[in-house]
């Protein structure tokens, strides 16, 4: 299941906020922080994140095409993607793949899409 939002700003601006590991928590509900020693992602980027309830999950990051798309596993197992279309210099489609046995997670999603939006305006043009 995809689910998907147009967001007033640019590719770029939506790539750093989706592919720098730092911001994840400034957007994403279910990450109330990171540890990563990588700045921006790259196949095989590994760290962990914590989660709202307060345990630490491992991740690595199974696929990234710069600028465009990137995958994850979460303790183990195939999270969401993570996708950017843009739809012309100002506005940009971010879209979440949920897997199947994660779809009560989509309520999660379209919560991070409305941050994402917020927080796209925050940041100057990349």
């Known amino acids: 299941m995809d689910i998907t939002r147009v967001i007033a700003a640019p590719a770029s601006t939506l790539w750093m906020l989706l ?13 109330r922080d990171v540890e990563c020693s990588d700045d ?4 095989g980027t590994h ?5 709202p309830m307060g345990p630490w999950l491992p991740f690595t990051i199974t ?31 971010v879209v979440f793949e949920v897997p199947a046995w994660g779809l009560p997670y989509a309520i999660v999603c379209r919560a991070a899409l409305r941050n994402l939006a917020h927080r796209a305006n925050d940041v100057p043009a990349a």
Request: positive net charge.
């Open 19 to 31: 592919a720098q590991p730092r911001h994840w928590p400034k957007w994403g509900p279910s990450v």
């Open 40 to 43: 921006e992602i790259r196949p």
């Open 47 to 51: 760290g962990r994140v914590r989660t």
């Open 63 to 93: 696929a990234v095409e710069p600028g465009r798309t990137w995958h994850w596993r979460v303790a183990g197992l195939a999270a969401t993607g993570h996708r950017i279309e843009p739809v012309d210099d100002h506005h940009t489609r």
